[in-house]
């Protein structure tokens, strides 16, 4: 039986790949601040406290036994937009907890996923959920705080790939940009004010000509795109976006 760990399951994505991938052949493990409908094992967590988070994770990737398992998947989830702003007007607190929640929480959630699985000989993936804000040509005005996370997230990915290439018993790390998809992180941006956001024309008219797809759509994909783990190039960012205007 193979064993998966989401984070983030209570909505959005999170929430549309626990049930996409869960089968008879699956253990499902998520990782969240509220449960939602989760089905699976769930683990209460807080991503901006680092240190509880790096417990919860620790314990949970223990408690799995996954010395019995077929193949092991860590998907890294959860995020936050953060605050919405020109960099001289962003807080202080509002700087840490966004960073500690986003790059802080990857870091945390890939080492620990290392740490339970460097000795066992099966396949292994570690998949990073980024974004085309990570893209140099993708940086957004007024979201300096999301991009630069998301840019460390995919940097993040790509050196422990490297360090992957020379292990005895490796793991697979990738990014997948899904891409523009309706969460409740859409529906906000598509609410701020051009003084806030000076590109939110084009995301509301991405809404209105149907170029933004269900969670549920982009979780399918997703779930044909690592049904193969072998298949997959480390350290590689796979691209589901249509970024056509």
């Not at 790949?17 to 967590?45: M, V």
């Amino acid at each position: 039986m193979r064993t998966i760990f989401i984070t983030g399951v209570s909505r959005g994505l999170g929430q549309a790949l626990s049930k996409a991938l869960n089968d008879s052949d699956t253990r499902l493990i998520g990782f969240g601040r509220t449960q939602g409908d989760f089905k699976g094992e769930f683990h209460s967590c807080d991503f901006s406290k680092a240190q509880l988070a790096s417990s919860i994770f620790a314990s949970a990737l223990k408690e799995a036994d996954l010395s019995r398992a077929s193949s092991i998947v860590f998907i890294s989830n959860a995020g936050t937009l953060g605050p919405i702003g020109k960099a001289q007007q962003l807080d202080t607190f509002d700087i840490e907890q966004t960073i500690t929640a986003n790059l802080c929480g990857s870091t945390i959630a890939a080492t620990q996923f290392l740490r339970a699985t460097e000795f066992l000989d099966v396949p292994k993936l570690f998949i990073q959920i980024s974004s085309g804000a990570a893209l140099p040509d993708r940086a957004k005005g007024s979201w300096s705080l999301y991009c630069a996370c998301k840019a460390g997230q995919e940097q993040l990915v790509r050196a422990i790939a490297i360090e992957q290439d020379a292990a005895d018993y490796p793991s697979r790390f990738i990014n997948i940009n899904p891409g523009v998809m309706e969460t409740a992180m859409q529906v906000a941006i598509r609410k701020l004010s051009p003084d806030d956001f000076p590109e939110v024309q084009e995301f509301i008219k991405m809404k209105e000509e149907g170029r933004v797809p269900s969670p549920d759509t982009i979780a399918e994909r997703i779930k044909d795109l690592i049904s193969d783990i072998s298949s997959l190039e480390n350290g590689k960012t796979y691209t589901l976006a249509n970024y056509k205007k």
